[in-house]
C-alpha cells in the first residue's frame, strides 16, 4: 500500500457515516425507565413521615446556641477590652515623646520600629534575628532617654 492508497482511505474517513440502527429510540427508552425507577412513590400510611414541626425546633435550637455564643464572646470582649490577644501588649506600651523636637522624631521611629518588629515576633517565635533587632531598638531607645535626661 502506497502513500496515495493511505490519503484516499483517510479521505473516505472524513465522509459522515449513518448508524446502521437508530440510537435516538434506545436512549429515550432508556431515559424513561430512569425517570419511572427515580419516581417517588406514594408513601405508605404506616410509614412515619419526618416532622416539619422537629426540624423547626432543631433550627430554633441552633440559632438559639449561636446567639448564646456571639453573647458570651461579646461579654467578655465587654468585661475585659484590654486583653486583646494578639495586640495587648502593644496597646499597653507608653509612647514616650521627649521636649527636645529633634529626639522626639527618633523616638516616634524607634517606637514604631520596636512595634513592627513585636508583630513580626508574633508570627515568627523563633527567630533569633528578630528578637537581635528587638534588643537592639530597646537599647536604643534606653540611650535616647538617656540622652533626653540629660540634655533637659
Do not use: Y
Not at 56 to 80: E, H, K, P, T, Y
Amino acid at each position: 500500500m502506497n502513500e496515495f492508497e493511505w490519503r484516499r482511505q483517510l479521505r473516505d474517513l472524513r465522509q459522515p457515516l449513518a448508524p446502521r440502527r437508530d440510537l435516538w429510540s434506545a436512549i429515550d427508552a432508556m431515559l424513561e425507565d430512569a425517570e419511572r425507577m427515580q419516581a417517588p412513590a406514594a408513601p405508605h400510611p404506616c410509614e412515619p413521615r419526618p416532622a416539619p414541626r422537629r426540624r423547626r425546633l432543631l433550627a430554633a435550637a441552633g440559632l438559639a446556641a449561636s446567639l448564646l455564643l456571639a453573647a458570651g464572646i461579646g461579654w467578655r470582649v465587654w468585661q475585659n477590652p484590654t486583653a486583646a490577644p494578639a495586640t495587648g501588649r502593644l496597646q499597653a506600651s507608653t509612647h514616650w515623646k521627649p521636649s527636645d523636637p529633634r529626639l522626639a522624631g527618633a523616638a516616634i521611629e524607634l517606637d514604631a520600629a520596636r512595634m513592627e518588629l513585636q508583630l513580626a515576633l508574633q508570627q515568627a517565635p523563633d527567630s533569633p534575628a528578630l528578637q537581635r533587632l528587638l534588643g537592639r531598638t530597646e537599647q536604643q531607645q534606653t540611650q535616647l532617654r538617656h540622652l533626653a535626661n540629660h540634655a533637659g
